[in-house]
Every structure is written in structure tokens, then in C-alpha cells.
């Protein structure tokens, strides 16, 4: 198994472009969840989804949309990129919600 | 609020010392808890994790947690720290009411003195 696979692994944006994050999992996982990760402030999720079809927002949505239209992918999409939208982006699936989540090695976007 | 707080932002333990790595949660609903391990530039892996049951759990590498409910707490202990410890720690928590959604800690970095 791959486990969560995420591309690209590093972008550079400038401010107002667009682009989106591919993430996909091989598990056969319910759940999906996209994080970013900024210096000293941990993982904060932006947005989640329970199944194919179904997609919910985090704590952090702004700026950002998803779909889930198979089990396997998880595409997060920046529309007009921002500097405030510099961050390292994870995403993690999960079989249900008493298991853990498996994380893929991040991208790291830079909006200039 | 739901919450997590890991009051150490960077610790510095010599090589073969014991570590204990601290976490404090808020969280209304009975909680499950975790804890990640991050190496410069890689994702987050699983150390360890509490769902029910015996309050000291083991996980991989030597690392065990406790679970204090009277507490709210979920410290990280290792025995004898090797350089390659050397890594950031995240506590997160969760719960079946939060579709599975983590709520992460800050991280405690961990340096490793020869």
C-alpha cells in the first residue's frame, strides 16, 4: 500500500492564481481530512468528509473548497491565493472515527 | 471550548535521560487521544493511542502515555531518549460526536544532547 499520497510536494503561487492539491489514499478509508500546518500553532483542519459525496467544513474553510467524488481522493482547491494561505497542507484518512488517521507527507505552498 | 495545550514548546533532554512531554485537553465528550510524532520536512506519525480501557498505553518506539481523567491529561513518557527522538510531538484529541476530526496541540519540540 501507498497509504495517503499527496502532490505536489512543494508550489509556489503567486497572489491570485489557483491550484489544487491532490490527495489519495489506497486504504479504502471513509474518512478524508485536510489540514495546514503553521509554525507554532500545530494542525488545523480545514476541511473534512465522512464518505464519498459528503464534505463538511473545518475550523479554517476560508478560501478554500472541496469534493469528494470517490472514496479514494480528496482534492482541496485554492481559488484566489493569498499570503495569508502560505502554509505546509496535510492530508489524512481515516477508517471510522475510533481509528487513527494516516497522514501524507505534506505540501508546502508558498503564495507571494 | 474544545482544546488542547502542550505547555512546552521546546524541551532539551540529554541522550539516555527520561522524557515526559506534557498535554492538557478540554473536551465535553468522553475523549480519544493521541499522540504524533513529526521528523523535519515528513507527516505525522502515530506514537500512541488512548480509546478505553487500561490508562497507561504502550506505543512504538519505547513511548508510553497516561491517561488522568480527574487531570484532563495525556503526558508522553520515555525512559531513555536516543538522538533520533529528536522530533516535533503533537497531542490531538477527538471523539465519535466530531466525526473523527483532531484537535491539535501547538507541538513540544524535542531537542537531544549528546
Known amino acids: 500500500n501507498a497509504g495517503v499520497t499527496q502532490t505536489p510536494k512543494f508550489r509556489i503561487l503567486k497572489i491570485g492564481q489557483s491550484m489544487t492539491l491532490q490527495c489519495t489514499q489506497d486504504?479504502?478509508?471513509?474518512?478524508m481530512y485536510w489540514y495546514r500546518q503553521d509554525p507554532g500553532m500545530g494542525l488545523k483542519l480545514i476541511y473534512y468528509?465522512?464518505?464519498?459525496?459528503?464534505?463538511d467544513k473545518g475550523e479554517v474553510p476560508n478560501g478554500y473548497n472541496v469534493s469528494r467524488s470517490t472514496t479514494e481522493d480528496f482534492p482541496l482547491r485554492l481559488e484566489l491565493a493569498a499570503p495569508s494561505q502560505t502554509s505546509v497542507y496535510f492530508c489524512a484518512s481515516s477508517y471510522e472515527t475510533r481509528y487513527e488517521q494516516y497522514f501524507g507527507p505534506g505540501t508546502r505552498l508558498t503564495v507571494t | 471550548a474544545q482544546s488542547v495545550t502542550q505547555p512546552d514548546i521546546h524541551i532539551t533532554v540529554s541522550e539516555g535521560a527520561s522524557l515526559e512531554l506534557r498535554c492538557n485537553y478540554s473536551y465535553g465528550a468522553t475523549p480519544y487521544l493521541f499522540w504524533y510524532v513529526q521528523s523535519p520536512g515528513q507527516g505525522l506519525q502515530l506514537l500512541l493511542k488512548?480509546?478505553?480501557?487500561?490508562?497507561l498505553v504502550q506505543g512504538i518506539k519505547g513511548f508510553e502515555a497516561e491517561f488522568k481523567r480527574s487531570q484532563s491529561s495525556f503526558n508522553l513518557r520515555k525512559p531513555s531518549v536516543h538522538w533520533s527522538d529528536a522530533a516535533e510531538y503533537f497531542c490531538a484529541v477527538s471523539s465519535d460526536n466530531q466525526g473523527g476530526k483532531l484537535i491539535f496541540g501547538q507541538g513540544t519540540e524535542l531537542s537531544v544532547k549528546p
Open positions: 486504504m479504502n478509508h471513509n474518512y
Open positions: 468528509s465522512v464518505g464519498a459525496g459528503i464534505t
Open positions: 488512548y480509546f478505553s480501557g487500561d490508562t
